[in-house]
């Protein structure tokens, strides 16, 4: 089985989100929401967007100087 750094997503209020992707950074992102509806155990297909604030916030939690930069702030 696939180990990907997202697990199930929380169910949340949609948010409306407006921004526009290179074409080859939303098909990645339609692919990891197609691997993970697959092996997250998801009912029903998971949308892209809806990757998209879990994923800036696993970076943010994951990046050592930005944690570094935010305690010496």
């Known amino acids: 089985m696939t180990k990907l750094k997202l ?3 929380a169910d949340d209020k949609p948010v409306k989100l407006t921004m526009e992707l290179p074409a080859a950074v939303f098909r990645d992102l339609q692919s990891y929401a197609e ?3 697959h092996t997250g155990g998801a009912t029903k ?3 892209p967007a809806k990757l998209i604030v ?3 916030e696993r970076f943010m939690a994951t990046d050592r100087a930005f944690a570094k930069a935010r305690r010496n702030a």
């Open 54 to 56: 879990p994923m800036i």
């Open 35 to 37: 691997i993970l509806t």
């Open 7 to 9: 697990g199930p997503l």
């Open 45 to 47: 297909p998971i949308e």
